[in-house]
């Protein structure tokens, strides 16, 4: 009995056989947390490490030239029925 530990290839062996025996349902279910606490361990390294450096801030676009617009829906219009308007263009009377 005391042979089986001497050799950690067997320990290993053993162990390995256990998990897959009794922890074979839960094995996708702890892959899937490993990989993402993974995930997570390397965006904070990477936010860590850019923490000490300025970002220097993008260059504001050029100005662009003003548009011409025409009014589309003039509440005031003459020949208009209601006299006031709300400008929301739904045709409802109050």
């Known amino acids: 009995m005391g042979r089986i ?4 290839a ?5 162990i390995i056989v256990v998990v897959l025996l009794f922890a074979a349902p839960k094995l996708p279910g702890m892959a899937r ?7 997570i361990i390397k965006s904070e390294v990477k936010e860590m490490k850019n923490d000490g450096k300025e970002e220097k ?3 504001a676009p ?6 011409e617009g025409k ?5 005031t219009q003459p020949g208009s029925t209601s006299g006031t308007g709300t400008g929301t263009g739904t ?3 109050s």
């Not at 050029?62 to 548009?67: D, F, I, L, N, T």
């Not at 009014?71 to 509440?75: A, R």
């Open 5 to 8: 530990f001497e050799n950690p």
């Open 10 to 14: 067997v320990v290993i062996v053993l």
């Open 33 to 39: 947390s490993l990989g993402q606490s993974m995930r």
């Open 57 to 59: 801030p993008a260059p």
């Open 62 to 67: 050029a100005p662009e030239a003003p548009v």
């Open 71 to 75: 009014i589309v829906n003039n509440p």
């Open 91 to 93: 045709g409802a009377q």
